[in-house]
Structures are given as structure tokens and as C-alpha cells.
């Protein structure tokens, strides 16, 4: 394989190996999620390697059961009957969705933590305790933290000298 093929192999696994997804902020009100309960969480993506990842977006499904409701995010340029009708739209709640693009996480530790989510527990109760699952939807990536923030100085780099012999006037 050349080069071009070994980086198109890496960037397709980047995923897999350097970007860590995390259900953080769970909030509910009592100290367990009841049967068609309401709760909000966030999710939060790190980036542990080399590559600044943008443009990247989640798809966020209810597991066994559970729901989740689609963000609300008001647009005060709406026009006003697209306003009016919004609400209904955003009450329901759906199998899965869709983030907001989120802003660009930067390599080697960078992290974004998605808009709040609201999810609605199962109407039963349930053998899995796993109910949400979020994954990458979208992603690109820039190569700035490669070619800018390893291109420090090295000890053994190669250098120019002078030299002459120094002697008494």
C-alpha cells in the first residue's frame, strides 16, 4: 500500500480509535428514572488523537423502549405560522436524532459536549438498563494540529554551524 492508501485507511478507523463518546449530564427527578419518566443528558465527545475534527454531528437513539424528544432550539427567524407550529412538532418524541453540528474539537484531547437531549423512560420496566446510544452521524477533519502543533524544534535536528579559529592580535 503507498502513502495515500495507508491515510485513508487510518482516517476511515480514526473513529474507532481516537474519538471517545460519553452520556454525561443525566438529570431526572428522584433517585431512580420511574416507568415514562423524563430525563435530560448531554453527550460529550473527546478527540484523543492528531486530527482537529469539524462538522461533526451524532445520531442519538432511544434504546429498549425509551425515547427521546428533539431538541428545542428557538429561531426568532422563523416565520411566525413555522413558530407557531414548532412546539407541537418538538413535543414528540421520536426513536432517534440528530445533533446540532458541534464546534471543532481540537486533537490530542479536545472535547465538545452536544445541546441537551431529553429522553423519556420505557413504559415498563426493563430487563437492559441500557437506554440511549450515540454514535458519530458526520465528521471531517483538518490536518492543522499535525502539520502546526508537531513541528517544534528538535534537539537532533539538523543545524548549521560556524566555525573558525579564534587567535591573539
Do not use: C
Request: hydrophobic residues 40%.
Amino acid at each position: 500500500m503507498g502513502f495515500f492508501d495507508d491515510m485513508t485507511a487510518a482516517v476511515a478507523v480514526y473513529p474507532v480509535d481516537d474519538v471517545l463518546i460519553e452520556i454525561v449530564d443525566v438529570d431526572f427527578p428522584d433517585q431512580v428514572l420511574n416507568v415514562n419518566e423524563e430525563a435530560t443528558f448531554k453527550v460529550k465527545i473527546t478527540n484523543t488523537g492528531p486530527l482537529d475534527l469539524t462538522d461533526v454531528t451524532l445520531r442519538v437513539k432511544g434504546q429498549h423502549g425509551a425515547r427521546l424528544k428533539v431538541p428545542v432550539i428557538f429561531n426568532p427567524n422563523l416565520p411566525v405560522a413555522k413558530r407557531a407550529a414548532a412546539p407541537a412538532a418538538l413535543s414528540q418524541f421520536v426513536d432517534e436524532v440528530v445533533s446540532d453540528p458541534l464546534g471543532t474539537i481540537a486533537g490530542h484531547g479536545g472535547t465538545q459536549t452536544s445541546q441537551t437531549f431529553t429522553l423519556k423512560a420505557p413504559g415498563a420496566s426493563q430487563v437492559s438498563q441500557t437506554l440511549i446510544k450515540a454514535t458519530l452521524e458526520g465528521w471531517n477533519a483538518r490536518f492543522d494540529h499535525i502539520l502546526n502543533g508537531h513541528s517544534d524544534p528538535l534537539p537532533d535536528a539538523p543545524k548549521g554551524t560556524y566555525s573558525t579559529a579564534v587567535v591573539q592580535s
